[in-house]
């Protein structure tokens, strides 16, 4: 067994009748004994060093993981699309584990296409949940609502381990739209609601709502937030969203405490508890944790706050007739005009093979009136030749923005 296991014992322990896991779809709750006893139950039905989670946020998907954690193998959470051939596939091109103690493997996004393991320890799972509870202050009476997908990097850290931890209650939710969410807000109480920008977004534009009485934290990662969406948030419940910026490789790395960076607009908070952030010489951002060491692509400055601040990502750089321009300090200075909820900014060629900036603004301003506020503060060279202007950006099933469609639907303006 791993020591995830083990830890997980010693929480239901605490309180074996204590409700840990609630299916928000059926209305069954699974007390800290119940999902024991189908851990161990399912336990006896798995082998081998990887074993597959393929599920909708569920007490099966946690009590599989737990299942896992007691035969000592690891868990590979897997996207609930992928057909069956390819989670073997999948599977099968991890190879042989390394180490005993590797206890899960996060998948993401290759830049070849396919996919990039990335294998945690138990240690590691541990470390990035101990820094996320004691930095947010996640309490083992809290109520969790699970949106974000249980088996992502974020929904291990904010989800899974504050339950392993200390029996914090998670609202398992598998599909909803934004007006059912906050129903589920207010029939189980929740107080804690980890969730990404798109959500965000579509809450603060509902009409006819107010603020749930339970609901005392909110979290953005996965994306960019904006300072509109954040302000259009705080306005409709009166509370202040808190920034989170965390990768894959690292677990957590950054946590805005207070709400203030997000509501403005400024950063991603300071450094979690436990964990170590430098920016280097080139500016990318650099993480040493027990949760996971990394460079990252991502480029960030300190502000004079001592937060974070995203620049943008390693590479991107525009020549401009003979002039340097990163994208980055176009999408900052978008993201700063009033109306905008987001923006995606990048270089792209024309056919002679010259550089131009190319813009996705998600808004119901005109480009004219975006172009007269930019000018207030960028020379006439730094705006995009090309605009993509709508009120609803393509995004993917999971929230982000759909680059790969917003590439193709940008093209050069003559």
Same mark, same amino acid.
Not at 148 to 170: E, R
């Given at each position: 067994?791993?020591?995830?296991?083990?830890?997980?014992?010693?929480?239901?322990?605490?309180?074996?009748?204590?409700?840990? #896991?609630?299916?928000?779809?059926?209305?069954?709750?699974?007390?800290?004994?119940?999902?024991?006893?189908?851990?161990?139950? %399912?336990?006896?039905?798995?082998?081998?060093?990887?074993?597959?989670?393929?599920?909708?946020?569920?007490?099966?998907?946690?009590?599989?993981?737990?299942?896992?954690?007691?035969?000592?193998?690891?868990?590979?959470? %897997?996207?609930?699309?992928? +057909?069956?051939?390819?989670?073997?596939?999948?599977?099968?091109?991890?190879?042989?584990?390394?180490?005993?103690?590797?206890?899960?493997?996060?998948?993401?996004?290759?830049?070849?296409?396919?996919?990039?393991?990335?294998?945690?320890?138990?240690?590691?799972?541990?470390?990035? $949940?101990?820094?996320?509870?004691?930095?947010?202050?996640?309490?083992?009476?809290?109520?969790?609502?699970?949106?974000?997908?249980?088996?992502?990097?974020?929904?291990?850290?904010?989800?899974?381990?504050?339950?392993?931890?200390?029996?914090?209650?998670?609202?398992?939710?598998?599909?909803?739209?934004?007006?059912?969410?906050?129903?589920?807000?207010?029939?189980?109480?929740?107080?804690?609601?980890?969730?990404?920008?798109?959500?965000?977004?579509?809450?603060?534009?509902?009409?006819?709502?107010?603020?749930?009485?339970?609901?005392?934290?909110?979290?953005?990662?996965?994306?960019?937030?904006?300072?509109?969406?954040?302000?259009?948030?705080?306005?409709?419940?009166?509370?202040?969203?808190?920034?989170?910026?965390?990768?894959?490789?690292?677990?957590?790395?950054?946590?805005?405490?207070?709400?203030?960076?997000?509501?403005? $607009?400024?950063? #991603?908070?300071?450094?979690?508890?436990?964990?170590?952030?430098?920016?280097?010489? &080139?500016?990318?951002?650099?993480?040493?944790? +027990?949760?996971?060491?990394?460079?990252?692509?991502?480029?960030? *400055?300190?502000?004079?706050?001592?937060?974070?601040?995203?620049?943008?990502?390693?590479?991107?750089?525009?020549?401009?007739?003979?002039?340097?321009?990163?994208?980055?300090?176009?999408?900052?200075?978008?993201?700063?005009? +009033?109306?905008?909820?987001?923006?995606?900014?990048?270089?792209?060629?024309? *056919?002679?093979?010259? &550089?131009?900036?190319?813009?996705? #603004?998600?808004?119901?301003?005109?480009?004219?009136?975006?172009?007269?506020?930019?000018?207030?503060?960028?020379?006439?060279?730094?705006?995009?030749?090309?605009?993509?202007?709508?009120?609803?950006?393509?995004?993917?099933?999971?929230?982000?923005?759909?680059?790969?469609?917003?590439?193709?639907?940008?093209?050069?303006?003559?």
């Amino acid at each position: 067994m791993t020591s995830l296991w083990a830890l997980w014992q010693a929480a239901a322990a605490r309180d074996a009748e204590k409700i840990v #896991v609630i299916d928000a779809d059926t209305g069954r709750a699974w007390t800290a004994a119940q999902l024991t006893s189908e851990a161990e139950h %399912l336990a006896t039905m798995f082998r081998g060093p990887y074993v597959p989670i393929c599920q909708p946020n569920s007490a099966l998907w946690l009590a599989t993981f737990l299942a896992i954690q007691k035969i000592g193998a690891a868990a590979v959470p %897997l996207d609930i699309s992928l +057909p069956p051939e390819s989670q073997r596939e999948t599977v099968y091109r991890l190879g042989a584990r390394p180490k005993p103690s590797i206890c899960c493997v996060k998948l993401t996004s290759g830049t070849t296409g396919g996919f990039k393991s990335i294998l945690c320890s138990a240690n590691n799972l541990q470390a990035d $949940g101990e820094h996320i509870l004691r930095t947010m202050g996640i309490l083992r009476d809290d109520r969790n609502l699970a949106v974000i997908p249980l088996g992502h990097s974020y929904g291990l850290g904010n989800l899974v381990m504050p339950l392993l931890l200390q029996g914090t209650t998670v609202i398992c939710a598998q599909a909803f739209v934004p007006r059912q969410i906050l129903r589920l807000i207010d029939e189980y109480k929740v107080t804690v609601l980890p969730t990404v920008p798109a959500i965000l977004r579509a809450l603060a534009q509902l009409e006819g709502t107010t603020k749930p009485s339970t609901l005392r934290l909110v979290i953005s990662a996965g994306a960019v937030l904006s300072a509109e969406v954040a302000q259009q948030f705080h306005h409709r419940y009166g509370i202040k969203i808190h920034n989170f910026y965390g990768s894959s490789e690292t677990g957590g790395i950054c946590y805005d405490r207070t709400g203030t960076a997000t509501l403005k $607009g400024r950063s #991603v908070g300071k450094p979690l508890a436990g964990v170590k952030v430098q920016i280097r010489r &080139d500016g990318r951002v650099a993480v040493n944790s +027990p949760a996971g060491k990394a460079t990252l692509p991502d480029q960030g *400055k300190w502000n004079r706050f001592g937060e974070l601040s995203l620049l943008g990502r390693v590479g991107e750089v525009a020549n401009v007739g003979g002039k340097k321009v990163v994208p980055a300090e176009l999408e900052a200075a978008l993201r700063k005009l +009033p109306g905008i909820t987001d923006v995606w900014v990048t270089v792209m060629n024309d *056919k002679r093979g010259n &550089d131009y900036l190319a813009a996705a #603004v998600e808004t119901k301003r005109t480009r004219t009136e975006i172009e007269q506020e930019l000018l207030k503060t960028l020379p006439a060279w730094k705006l995009p030749k090309a605009w993509l202007i709508a009120p609803a950006l393509f995004r993917s099933d999971r929230g982000k923005l759909h680059t790969t469609e917003l590439r193709a639907r940008l093209s050069v303006v003559t």
